[in-house]
C-alpha cells in the first residue's frame, strides 16, 4: 500500500486550499483514514479521520468548521477542503490508512498507532 499525499503550498490567512492523498496497491474501500499534521518543531498531531464508510468523520476542534474530510473511492482518493486558514495551520499534513474489518466500517480511528500506512507528507504555509 502506497499513500501520495498532494495539495499544498503558500497561501494567505484567510484562503482556501485542498489536499489530496492517493492509495495505491489496495483498494481504498478496505481502510479507514485520515489526515495528522506536524507544526514547525512540534510533534505530529491528529486533524481529521473518516470511516471506511465515510458516515462517520471526526475532527481536532481547532478545524472544527473549517475543515471537511471526504474520500472518494471510485478513485481511491481522499480529500481536506481547508477554509479560512490560519498561521496556525501552517504544518507538513499526512495521510494515513488502516486496514479495517468488514465489522468496523463505521468507525473513525484516532490514535496514530492504529495507523499502518502513511503518505509522505505535504507542506502547508499560511502567511499572515
Known amino acids: 500500500v502506497q499513500l501520495q499525499a498532494s495539495g499544498g503550498g503558500l497561501v494567505q490567512a484567510g484562503a482556501s486550499i485542498r489536499l489530496s492523498c492517493v492509495l495505491s496497491g489496495r483498494i481504498s474501500n478496505d481502510f479507514a483514514m485520515s489526515w495528522w499534521r506536524q507544526p514547525p518543531g512540534k510533534e505530529r498531531e491528529f486533524v481529521a479521520a473518516?470511516?471506511?464508510?465515510?458516515?462517520?468523520?471526526y475532527y481536532l476542534n481547532s478545524v472544527k468548521g473549517r475543515f471537511i474530510i471526504s474520500r472518494d473511492d471510485a478513485r481511491d482518493t481522499m480529500n481536506l477542503h481547508m477554509n479560512s486558514l490560519k498561521p496556525e495551520d501552517t504544518a507538513v499534513y499526512y495521510c494515513a490508512a488502516t486496514k479495517i474489518s468488514a465489522d468496523s466500517v463505521d468507525v473513525v480511528y484516532l490514535a496514530e498507532r492504529e495507523y499502518m500506512h502513511w503518505g509522505q507528507g505535504t507542506l502547508v504555509t499560511v502567511s499572515s
Open positions: 473518516i470511516s471506511q464508510s465515510g458516515r462517520s468523520t
